[in-house]
Each structure stands twice: as C-alpha cells, then as structure tokens.
C-alpha cells in the first residue's frame, strides 16, 4: 500500500515511465468549507427603478436615485471596491455624462437591492437621459455592462426627465499651450518640465474630473515613448474655471530619447460632463508650442528583458478563501533601469503580472502598490509583487502575461507563448474540490477507511490505528481533468484521476507512523502489481516532488488485481 504523512491541497495522479516503474504525484490534505466551487457567472439585475423621473437643474444640480435589485449565485455581489455596482447616464445627445456608485457595504450578499445616487448638474443638457450604462460584478471578479438595448429588452426602466432653462451644451476649449523650458539636456541628469494650458468653458466651468491616461500625454519622436500627466496633477494658476490657466510637471528621465517631443493628447471635461479630445491632428494648429527639444546623450531606445519568473503558490484551491500569490520578476535593462512605477499618481497602465482565466471572464492583476525590491540593481534586480485571487476564483489553468517598463518607458510584454519560448513556467491552476464528506473515522483508535461515493473503493483513504486523534471527516473529490503541472524528465501522460482529499477538522502532520495509506483509481487498464512511486505537487513551484513515509523514505505502491487501482 501507498503510504503518506505530508500535507498539501493538490490533487494526485499516476504517469506512465518509458521504462517499467510508474509514478504517481499527488496532493494530500488541508481544512476546508463543505461546499466549494468557482464562480464563473456575473450577477444578474432583476428590478431597476429611480426616483424622481423627473428634475429641474435650471438653477442647481439634483440627485436621482436608481434602485438595483440584483442577485448572484456564489461569491455574492461587489459592493465595496472601486468596482462595485455603477451607473452611468449620457445626455440626449451624447455629449454629456454623468456616473455613480452605489455606496460601500461588506460581506457576502447574494441578494439585495443596492441604491446609486447620480448627481445630475447645473446647466446639463435638458431632455431625455438614458441609463447608458449599468456595471455589476461580484467578489469573484465575474463582471457585465448592461447597455440601453439590454435595459430595454428587460423591460426595465431606462431614461430621466432634465428640465434646465439656461443649458451648458459646449465642452471646454484648449486656448493655449506652454512648456516650459522648450529645450532640455538630459544627459546627465532628468529635468523637469512645466505645462501651462489656458481653458475656457462656456459655462459650467472646467473640471478634474474623471481621469484617464489621455488627459495630458506627450511623444518622442520615434513613437516609443510616451510622458503622462493626469488632470488631478494641474492646478488652477490664474483665472477661474470658466476662463484659467492651469499648470502641472513632469519629469523627463535622464536617457530619454532625443529629438522633438510633441503634446499627442489633451482631454477636458466641464462641470456637466461633456468633454472634448485633442489628439495629434487638432493639436497641430498649435505649432511650435506643443513641441519639446530633448537632448540626450547617451539614451535608452532599449526595452526590459524578463530573465525570470516565480508565482507561489502556482497551484491553490479558492474554494474557501481567497488566495495572494507572490510573484516574483528578474529583468535586466541596459542604462535606465527596470521601474514598476505607475504612469501617473492617478492612472496608469498594468505593469508586471497578469492573469486571465481558463473562459477569459476573469483577470487578476499585481498590486503595484505591493511592489518590493528584492535583490539586484534597477538594471538587473529582482522584483516582488502580490496578487489576491478571489475566494470562487474560476477552476482551471489561468494564463499569464508579463508587461515591463524602464525608466524612460520602454516597454515590453511577454505573452503567454512568448513565456512558453523561454522556457518560464507561469501558468496557475485553480482547482475546485467540492469538500463533500464521503465518510467520518468516528473512532481514531481503531481507524478505519474512507471510499469516494462515485468511484468506491477505488478511490479510498485508509487510516490505521491511533494515526488520527480525534473524529474526522474525510473528503475524496476525483477530478475529470488532468492539472497543467510540468513531469519530471522521463514521465509522459495522466494515467490516475487527480485526487483531493480534505480533512475536517485538519490534523496535525506529520501523522503518526505509519501514516496513511492511499488508493488512487487508474484511468486505463494497468498490468496487476505494476509498481508505482508516489510524487506530490510543490504548492509553491507547481514542480512534483518525491512524496515520502514517516520513515523519510519514497512512498512505493502497486497495481492491483483488478488493473484499475493502486495502492
């Protein structure tokens, strides 16, 4: 018989060896819930209302408030993060937006009704308001965007009544632009840059507002690099907001790419949402004043390369918990160095890791904020981030993507392939056990066996005397799919189900000698007394490792009679 004593939450299963030994990896025993699974389904709305349909914003601005009933069926709606319940309404023309968010709550709530407040403003445009927009998603990261026409088809209410007699329909206008000084030499050092633009707007004033990584950007002349300012960065130097002048800074990194600079993007709002975008072609009519002189010598036109990457754990169960991961990026840069430091203060692009999950509907990203230093220099160094998976994340084998930047922003990302090419292990696997008790030693001192209610004895766990120490159910879950988990070098192919077994309550391990003993259900007939070495999955580096005995030594099992077990 196999015997184990190790803990560990990954499944097991058995691959044929070119020559006659067999191995088995496995995955033996942690606490859990009695009902696990992934959550793979956003929350569904099934009543909508708002209250009042109608305002009169001629003379101040009026809050309407939408009521949301909505439901989801596992890991309970996201009603505490910057990505809870949302609401957008857009104008009748479209020009103008107004959005909200319903108000944070915590715990799991699965079925409740959630109220957005939508402050609608002075001088917005009168008519008909359309609910453009309604964002639910839940803890599980699961997310949809209901638009007008699915409102519609549901028969839900979808509109506001505006009255305003004295309207702001014009978005604000881009008057003039200064950067100052016009030149810089960053080859010794970085240098700061002063950015005056002069606004105006007809009416209701210009606003920070929402902010996105167009609302001031910059170019280099090969298109490469890119400088960012976010609206939230400029302060009202002179005037007021219906006619001002507002200044920022940025910083051009020493090693920057030399040549014209030129202003690519300038993005403003007023105060009633509408806004207005001037990209490359209308800045032009600006001339030689959205044009920056840079001198560097030397510079970076080089991006990061990524030399190494380590996630742990690489295989975990979110049945009843969520899950941080820690990611771990070598890179080297040849002069800047290698920053994970956001765009902006207040947008930015993802840097670092990336998840996806087996369907697509999830992502998980690296906190930046979490970001540590570990080892090295900025041009070969080592970097540490954290990533929390859900509780309910999806089950399966998530795909990962790596961005780097450097200092001057160039940039460079590795898919999932590319990490593939490289030789980098990177993919994760979510597995989802369903924690169902199969059977209770009640007696510890006698022991006693554990067989999965679908496979039998088959997929049993058999405790010896006195190796338990108090009353304990046991879960045996047989997973349809084989894990995404690399075999050590002359091992091909599943030939056991995947097993994962759950204590409840967890025992202490090691267990006491001779630990336990296990039968894992083969896939394919076996040759009887064919032998079979027990491995287990790392948690840590998704890498198998040699299970062992409460004497330290390679667990070995064999066939049975039958050709469909081993033990």
Request: proline share 8%.
């Amino acid at each position: 018989m196999s015997r184990e004593n190790r803990a560990s939450d990954v499944p097991f299963s058995v691959v044929p060896h070119r020559s006659t030994a067999w191995i088995v990896f496995a995955v033996l025993v942690s606490a859990g819930t009695l009902r696990a699974q992934s959550d793979t389904q956003p929350p569904r709305l099934i009543g909508l209302t708002l209250d009042p349909g109608t305002v009169e914003v001629t003379n101040s601005s009026q809050i309407v408030t939408l009521q949301l009933h909505l439901q989801d069926d596992l890991s309970g709606i996201d009603s505490g993060s910057g990505n809870r319940v949302g609401v957008t309404l857009t104008s009748p023309s479209g020009n103008q937006v107004v959005s909200g968010l319903s108000q944070p709550q915590g715990g799991v709530i699965l079925d409740g009704v959630f109220q957005v407040p939508v402050s609608i403003p002075r001088y917005a445009e009168p008519g008909s308001w359309r609910i453009s927009s309604v964002r639910l998603r839940d803890n599980a990261g699961n997310s949809v965007s209901l638009d007008v026409a699915a409102l519609v088809a549901a028969g839900l209410v979808n509109m506001v009544q505006v009255q305003d007699a004295n309207p702001d329909t014009a978005p604000p206008v881009l008057q003039a632009v200064s950067l100052s000084p016009p030149g810089v030499d960053v080859s010794s050092a970085a240098q700061a840059i002063t950015v005056d633009l002069v606004l105006t707007d007809d009416r209701s004033g210009v606003a920070p507002g929402l902010t996105s990584l167009d609302d001031f950007s910059m170019i280099s002349p090969s298109g490469k690099q890119s400088r960012f300012l976010s609206v939230s960065q400029f302060q009202l130097l002179s005037g007021n907001s219906t006619s001002g002048t507002y200044r920022a800074i940025f910083i051009m990194p020493q090693y920057s790419e030399p040549g014209v600079w030129k202003v690519n993007s300038v993005r403003l709002r007023d105060n009633v949402g509408s806004q207005r975008l001037y990209d490359a072609t209308s800045l032009a009519a600006f001339g030689v004043s959205i044009q920056l002189s840079v001198a560097s010598n030397p510079s970076d036109s080089q991006p990061p390369q990524l030399t190494g990457l380590a996630i742990r754990p690489s295989v975990f169960n979110t049945a009843s918990s969520g899950q941080n991961v820690q990611v771990e990026i070598t890179a080297t840069d040849d002069r800047s160095g290698v920053s994970f430091a956001p765009d902006t203060p207040f947008a930015s692009h993802a840097f670092a890791g990336f998840f996806r999950s087996p369907s697509g509907a999830q992502t998980v990203s690296t906190d930046l904020s979490s970001g540590e230093f570990v080892s090295g220099i900025p041009t070969n160094g080592t970097w540490r981030f954290t990533a929390a998976f859900p509780k309910f994340s999806e089950e399966g084998t998530w795909k990962t993507t790596v961005y780097l930047k450097d200092t001057v922003r160039n940039l460079s990302t590795y898919s999932p392939s590319q990490l593939a090419s490289q030789g980098i292990s990177a993919d994760l696997i979510v597995i989802r056990p369903t924690l169902a008790p199969d059977g209770t030693i009640s007696d510890p001192v006698a022991g006693g066996s554990v067989s999965d209610g679908v496979f039998g004895d088959r997929a049993k766990v058999i405790v010896p005397p006195r190796v338990l120490s108090q009353p304990t159910a046991i879960a045996i879950d047989v997973l349809g799919s084989p894990l995404a988990v690399p075999l050590p070098t002359g091992f091909s192919g599943a030939e056991t189900y995947f097993l994962n077994i759950e204590f409840f309550p967890q025992p202490t391990f090691p267990l006491a000698d001779p630990g336990l003993m296990i039968v894992l259900p083969l896939r394919n007939f076996i040759s009887p007394d064919t032998a079979i070495q027990l491995f287990r999955v790392d948690t840590a580096t998704g890498s198998l490792v040699p299970a062992v005995n409460t004497s330290g030594n390679p667990v070995i099992g064999h066939v049975d009679s039958g050709g469909m077990s081993c033990r």
